[in-house]
Structure formats: structure tokens, C-alpha cells
């Protein structure tokens, strides 16, 4: 996975330590209540889109062009759904992160962008719609807590709900 130029520069300061970053992760639901995952390159695994929020950048527009650079699919944001932070992640270089994950959900921009979905970057080996009742069994971990959260948010229907992972 490319390291965007201003986590290269902090790490080129304090090394592997742990970094604590805004990231974004985006339910994308096409009109048939499909769920938009990419296959990522880095653990060949299932997931939903996610990244970094560069610096400046809103978090919705972060979810917005994320999604757009992984899968080719234009989308609009509906809500922020969860609040959450991951465990801290270690990488096959020895850096280390903890996110702070903003949930949201969004659905694609137009019928046309349901139909544009394929790989956009180097960072998935595949992306497909796949309906709720049959998820790839290979599904990262991190995607199941995150539906989880999004069904209660999805029960409660006010605001962004809190938890951590």
C-alpha cells in the first residue's frame, strides 16, 4: 500500500512508533441493498473502502474519493454511522497505527456508477456487489465489526453512534 507523502514525512521523524490517524471506511449500498467490497491487495481479503483523511480534507470528501480512487465508483455520502478506533495495526515494515474510523454510508451517484465498479488502484485485486446474506467467506474482521456498527446505528436512527473495537 502507497504511504501518502505526509505520513512518509512523520514517519521519517519518529520512525516506526505508533501514529494515531483519521481514516474513513464507506458502506456503499447499490438500489438492490448490494454492499460494494474490494478485494485488497495487501491480505487478499474482502473488505470495505477505506483510507487515510489527508490533511485539510474533510472526512466525507476523504470517504467521496477513496472510493472513487479504490473501485471507479462515483458516490454521495448519506450519514457518519460510527465512531470508532481500531486496535493498533503493525505492518510487515514495523510501523504502527491506530485509527480513528469514521463510518459512513453512501450509495453510488447514479446507475451508471454501479456498473463503473473495478479496480481503481494498486491497492485491491478485485471489487464486486455482493448481497448482505452472502458475504465472501474470506471477510476482514475489521469489515464484520464495522457492519455490526452500522446495523446499530441503523436500529437507532439518531446520530453517530460511539464505540471502540
Given at each position: 500500500?502507497?504511504?501518502?507523502?505526509y505520513?512518509?514525512?512523520?514517519?521519517?521523524?519518529?520512525?516506526h512508533?505508533?501514529?494515531?490517524?483519521?481514516?474513513v471506511t464507506?458502506?456503499?449500498?447499490?438500489?438492490?441493498g448490494r454492499?460494494?467490497?474490494?478485494?485488497?491487495?495487501?491480505?487478499g481479503?474482502?473488505?470495505?473502502?477505506?483510507g487515510?483523511?489527508?490533511?485539510?480534507?474533510?472526512p466525507?470528501?476523504?470517504?467521496?474519493?477513496?472510493?472513487?480512487e479504490e473501485?471507479?465508483?462515483?458516490?454521495?455520502v448519506?450519514?457518519?454511522?460510527?465512531?470508532?478506533?481500531?486496535?493498533?495495526?503493525?505492518?510487515?515494515?514495523?510501523?504502527?497505527?491506530v485509527y480513528?474510523?469514521l463510518?459512513?454510508?453512501?450509495?453510488?451517484?447514479?446507475?451508471?456508477?454501479?456498473?463503473?465498479?473495478?479496480?481503481?488502484d494498486?491497492e485491491?485485486?478485485?471489487?464486486?456487489?455482493?448481497?448482505?446474506?452472502?458475504?465472501?467467506a474470506?471477510l476482514?474482521?475489521?469489515?464484520?465489526?464495522?457492519?455490526g456498527?452500522?446495523?446499530?446505528f441503523?436500529?437507532g436512527?439518531?446520530?453517530a453512534?460511539?464505540?471502540s473495537?
Amino acid at each position: 500500500m502507497p504511504i501518502p507523502p505526509y505520513v512518509a514525512e512523520l514517519r521519517s521523524l519518529v520512525g516506526h512508533r505508533q501514529l494515531w490517524l483519521p481514516g474513513v471506511t464507506v458502506v456503499v449500498r447499490d438500489d438492490d441493498g448490494r454492499l460494494l467490497l474490494a478485494q485488497r491487495a495487501d491480505t487478499g481479503r474482502w473488505a470495505l473502502v477505506s483510507g487515510i483523511v489527508d490533511p485539510g480534507e474533510e472526512p466525507a470528501v476523504a470517504a467521496t474519493r477513496e472510493v472513487a480512487e479504490e473501485t471507479c465508483v462515483d458516490v454521495v455520502v448519506q450519514a457518519l454511522a460510527a465512531v470508532s478506533t481500531t486496535p493498533e495495526l503493525v505492518y510487515p515494515n514495523g510501523d504502527r497505527s491506530v485509527y480513528l474510523d469514521l463510518l459512513f454510508t453512501a450509495r453510488p451517484a447514479s446507475v451508471r456508477a454501479v456498473a463503473a465498479a473495478a479496480v481503481g488502484d494498486d491497492e485491491n485485486l478485485a471489487v464486486g456487489w455482493f448481497v448482505p446474506d452472502a458475504l465472501p467467506a474470506d471477510l476482514m474482521d475489521s469489515t464484520r465489526f464495522r457492519l455490526g456498527l452500522l446495523e446499530r446505528f441503523e436500529a437507532g436512527g439518531s446520530g453517530a453512534a460511539v464505540f471502540s473495537a
